[in-house]
């Protein structure tokens, strides 16, 4: 189970880095231009949205620790429920 965590963490870092560079190559046009990819955004990196929402800046390594903590944890209760539906069967 630590290792299912620990790629639920690494995805949270993955799509936090994939932000990153997305933001890098389109620097000149902000991304808030474009509604769905700021909806993407804020669906994919929380701590992007809150930090948005609460006018407060973050700095690009505490977003990509950020964002692998919150998909470990939710990657934690996601592979305890599928652990204790697998054994209810």
């Known amino acids: ?3 299912r965590i620990a ?3 690494s995805a949270g ?3 936090a ?3 990153n560079l997305y933001a890098v190559a389109t620097f000149p046009n902000q991304m808030t231009s474009e509604p769905i ?6 669906l994919t990196c929380p701590i992007a949205f809150a930090s948005f929402h609460f006018h407060f800046p973050v ?3 505490w977003v990509l620790l950020a964002n692998a ?3 470990a944890l939710v990657g934690l209760f996601v592979e305890t429920l599928r ?3 697998h054994h209810a069967k």
């Open 7 to 9: 790629m639920w963490a």
């Open 13 to 15: 870092l993955l799509v």
């Open 1 to 3: 189970m630590k290792y």
């Open 59 to 61: 700095s690009i390594y």
């Open 37 to 42: 990819v700021w909806t993407l955004v804020r």
């Open 69 to 71: 903590a919150t998909y």
């Open 83 to 85: 652990q204790q539906l």
């Open 17 to 19: 880095g994939c932000w």
